[in-house]
């Protein structure tokens, strides 16, 4: 549809300046919040039918719990707050765009398809782990141009449960999932990115024991042959998250700013040193953008009704009459992760629980405990999308691996994230009160 790859494209360009640090006024940002809502409405109309549904859930739950409606100054507020995705996830969807069209990507296939088939579900899961980290979902159809297609059913379950366990899990540490962003939008920057150094020891604990007992045989060499298939894609990875820190740190940015800003430079430099990939590139980005509607429906109308939310006066009551000032930590960090996942399991997307929660537990927290509060958030994301029915990562790998829906999601994956729910929430506590 023409108009929505058209209003799409022109506010991801209409944030840029705004994310550049650039002020052109109350009525300039006023104009893309209008032009934006006007996208959600059109991706609203033609949206799947469980979208809609939550979309309304989401709106009722918000009047019902507010007794008067929202000031101006609180639209306005909300307004300005969630505009920013309109930007980030198409810059998301660039960098997905351009990964499939490199050839260090095509290696990273070829090595994984050369593996005998008693090693190939171990190397699925280390390069979806690694890849997933910065192309999020679109891992899953490289992967499964891997498996043969005369594959029994059996392995293509294998495979495609393994592909999850590994993409999802890199929720725990990149900062090139939504996830992150949201996590910084409601906790200190310092902490959100300290809470992604305690996710790369969670993903490592978590991968080495689901391996182990949900693929069987695994040894170092397993390992280190499955670690191999990604060497080809190592060097780009390093320079796109090297780029992004320091973008963030020498111009005092969000990781999700620091996102908007760097994919385009780097895409651009990439489409200057191979000409021959622009064509596909724009190819790719443009299915990405007329596809992934709810994605970018659901995201920012919770972006915007929690802003709303976390203001209001009704929230702040519910947090001094049940929450105050001496809620327990250990329950924040056992609580954020299970509802989310339990929620999830009932098609209940993790930004719609995870968000409102950070934002009442958040404030009440240090530098430092903020961080694990940060990594819990993150344990509930992975959880959550890992074993969703409505989850993209479950959809897609479902459409990409011929498989049936209910079988990843009641799978071997909904005892894996169970387990990393309850275990990931004691070791965070843990690992608080050690150090």
């Known amino acids: 549809m023409i108009i929505k790859l058209i209003l799409t494209i022109f506010c991801w360009l209409a944030v840029l300046p705004i994310v550049y640090g650039f002020n052109f006024g109350i009525n300039y940002n006023f104009f893309i919040i209008v032009v934006y809502a006007l996208l959600l409405l059109i991706m609203f109309i033609f949206s799947r039918f469980t979208t809609k549904i939550i979309i309304c859930v989401l709106f009722s739950a918000t009047y019902l719990i507010l007794k008067d409606l929202p000031s101006e100054e609180s639209f ?3 307004g300005n707050f969630f505009i920013i995705f309109s930007a980030f996830l198409p810059s998301l969807w660039l960098l997905r765009s351009t990964a ?3 050839p260090s990507v095509a290696k990273t296939q070829n090595l994984l398809s050369n593996l005998v088939s008693t090693k190939i579900l171990s190397g699925i899961q280390v390069t979806s782990h690694v890849l997933g980290g910065v192309i999020n979902i679109g891992t899953f159809p490289l992967l499964s141009a891997v498996i043969p297609k005369n594959a029994k059913y059996k392995m293509r379950q294998s495979s495609g449960e393994a592909a999850i366990r590994g993409m999802n899990t890199a929720v725990l540490w990149s900062p090139f999932f939504v996830s992150f962003a949201v996590g910084q939008l409601y906790l200190p920057s310092q902490s959100a990115w300290l809470g992604i150094i305690f996710g790369l020891l ?5 991968n080495l024991i689901s391996m182990r007992f949900l693929i069987g045989k695994f040894t170092l060499n397993y390992l280190i042959e499955a670690i191999s298939c990604v060497k080809p894609i190592f060097p780009r990875l390093l320079i796109l998250s090297i780029s992004v820190l320091a973008v963030g740190q020498i111009f005092d940015k969000t990781a999700l700013n620091a996102i908007v800003i760097v994919i385009p430079i780097l895409v651009i430099v990439q489409m200057l040193r191979r000409p021959e990939t ?7 980005l443009n299915n990405l953008i007329l596809k992934s509607g709810d994605e970018m429906l659901l995201i920012s109308v919770s972006m915007f009704l929690g802003s709303i939310l976390s203001g209001s006066v009704e929230i702040q009551n519910f947090m001094s009459n049940n929450i105050g000032n001496n809620f327990p930590f250990w329950a924040m960090i056992i609580l954020l992760p299970l509802i989310v996942w339990i929620f999830g399991l009932i098609g209940i997307h993790p930004i719609i629980t995870s968000a409102p929660i950070l934002s009442l537990f958040g404030p009440l927290l240090s530098l430092w405990e903020a961080a694990f509060l940060m990594q819990a958030h993150l344990i509930g994301w992975c959880a959550g999308t890992a074993t969703s029915f409505t989850s993209l ?12 829906i209910s079988k990843l999601v009641l799978g071997p994956n909904l005892f894996a994230t169970g387990c990393l729910t309850f275990i990931g929430a004691i070791l965070l506590i843990t690992l608080n009160y050690l150090f």
């Open 278 to 284: 622009i064509k596909s590139i724009i190819s790719n």
């Open 100 to 102: 499939i069209t490199m």
């Open 76 to 78: 306005w507020k909300a």
């Open 202 to 206: 969670v993903a490592l604990l978590f």
């Open 393 to 404: 990562s479950v959809l897609t790998t479902a459409e990409n691996f011929r498989l049936h």
